[in-house]
């Protein structure tokens, strides 16, 4: 067995498997790797997509990582760090020659090296910039030039486009004798003689029309425009929303300066998608399984911070009932029992409505709705779960009062979990505040007071 067996994931069902590296092919990549066998390693990765080998440089250790890149360096494909994890980026960069460097940057499309250059220290983006020739580099610095998350940002350069009063077979002509298109695109851009975009045309009706047909005559019917400076989130909802495959750029004077593809708007679909999720669990978006521990406890250290300030809180609220709690010790067992089921109620609320929020399906038009439902499922839930738990309070601790009491609060701090797990993320929302970032805290705090001094609270009045 190889040494580095134990860092490859033991054998799993194909199907959970699927479109991943499997353990023997790792296995073969390391050994290579160890051997310095180069042709064994070519032969390893050539086949692999850039995808699959930036997967593989964020899975293995430091120094294996180090020793692939140096004796794979020559074969190393630009696509593969435009796969990569940015936090991984900066580190393979310094690795690799110079002149492999270059190689790579000079095969990506303008977006891609847009992409990689942007969250790189000065001394590297201008070392990539420099490997560039004059009119690519202009280019990714007038893309850089925009605000940052933008459409400028997002868009390539390269586009494929046609005058209005073209026919087919002029534009069948002009695109097979072109030699600055994008290596893929989906449609024809029809321009006015000002360069302002009028409508697109697929490919697929190009090459099924005749030569003679007009290509304003066979323009799709959707076709949505792009500022450069719109929020690349906003741009990624319009993908999604009106089914668009390709859109083009246009700047304040409304002429063209780029186009947008699908897979641009999915990744940052899939970016949004994975800050939300770790935002809601207070993960800063910025880390990731690479990342040192150092790195990563500093990431986290500020939330469980305010953690910490919200279970004092909640605190606070227990040691009012002090009092109580001596004399009826149960109450300290049931406690958290009524702490978690809020939580986990508002949790529930809590990731539908920021979910709603991020897809723009939560409008001020259904708020209300949406809110009332949320309420009465915790006023159903609670009803139910107040049932059970007034047996279990009466059949454990052989006492009717305490199983009301268990019962009330219950229906109580569903109730609420409901209404701040909905009503907290809308509200920082309108405050301008990121709801995926800090609903959890609030909602969290919210729970735990509320279910924490209605159990008590009707325990002081009714067990006194």
């Given amino acids: 067995m190889s040494q580095h067996d134990d860092q490859i994931p033991p054998e799993a069902d194909p199907e959970e498997v699927a479109y991943t590296l499997d353990r023997r092919t790792i296995a073969l990549i390391l050994e290579a790797v160890e051997d310095r066998d180069g042709a064994a390693l070519k032969a390893l990765m050539d086949p692999l997509h850039p995808a699959d080998i930036a997967d593989l440089l964020e899975q293995v250790t430091t120094h294996d990582r180090t020793e692939l890149i140096r004796l794979y360096d020559r074969e190393f494909d630009g696509e593969i760090l435009s796969e990569l994890d940015e936090s991984l980026r900066e580190e393979v960069i310094e690795l690799l020659r110079p002149d492999v460097l270059a190689e790579a ?55 494929a486009w046609a005058p209005e009063h073209w026919n087919v077979g002029q534009c069948i002509d ?77 700047d304040e004077n409304e002429r063209l300066v780029g186009v947008i593809t699908i897979d641009d708007a999915m990744a940052v679909l899939d970016e949004e998608h994975e800050e939300d999720i770790l935002r809601l669990a207070g993960v800063s978006s910025e880390g990731s399984l690479s990342d040192r ?27 009012l009932f002090e009092d109580t709690i001596e004399r009826f010790v149960a109450l300290a067992v049931l406690m958290p029992i009524v702490a978690s089921m809020g ?20 409008t001020g038009a259904n708020l209300w709705r949406v809110i009332r439902r949320e309420v009465l499922v915790g006023l159903v839930n609670g009803l139910a779960f107040a049932v059970i738990m007034g047996a279990v309070g009466f059949l454990w601790f052989d006492s009717s009062g305490l199983g009301v ?21 809308v509200l920082l929302d309108k405050m301008g505040v990121d709801p995926a970032l800090a609903s959890g805290a609030f909602v969290t705090t919210v729970t735990d007071v509320v279910g924490f001094f209605a159990f008590l609270g009707l325990a002081s009045m009714m067990l006194a």
Avoid: C
């Fill in 105 to 159: 940057v000079r095969e990506l499309e303008s977006d891609d090296v847009v992409d990689l250059v942007e969250d790189l220290d000065e001394p590297q983006k201008k070392a990539i910039l420099g490997h560039l020739e004059d009119a690519d580099r202009a280019a990714v610095q007038k893309a850089l030039a925009y605000p940052e998350e933008s459409a400028g940002r997002l868009m390539q350069r390269e586009t």
């Fill in 174 to 250: 002009y695109l097979r004798n072109a030699e600055d298109l994008p290596e893929q695109f989906y449609h024809v851009i029809l321009v006015d003689p000002k360069m302002r975009p009028l409508g697109n045309v697929t490919l697929g009706r190009i090459m099924g029309a005749r030569r003679e047909t007009l290509l304003r005559d066979i323009m799709e019917e959707m076709f949505r425009v792009i500022p450069a400076t719109q929020d690349e989130e906003d741009v990624a909802y319009a993908f999604n929303q009106y089914h668009l495959i390709s859109a083009p750029v246009v």
């Fill in 293 to 319: 521990v150092a790195e990563t406890a500093r990431q986290r250290f500020p939330w469980l911070g305010v953690n910490l300030v919200t279970a004092i809180l909640a605190s606070v609220v227990i040691a």
């Fill in 343 to 362: 939580g986990n109620a508002g949790t529930q609320s809590l990731t539908v409505a920021v979910r709603a929020i991020a897809t723009r399906d939560l």
């Fill in 405 to 425: 009491i268990i019962a009330a609060a219950m229906i109580v701090n569903l109730v609420v979990a409901g209404l701040a797990g909905t009503g907290v993320p």
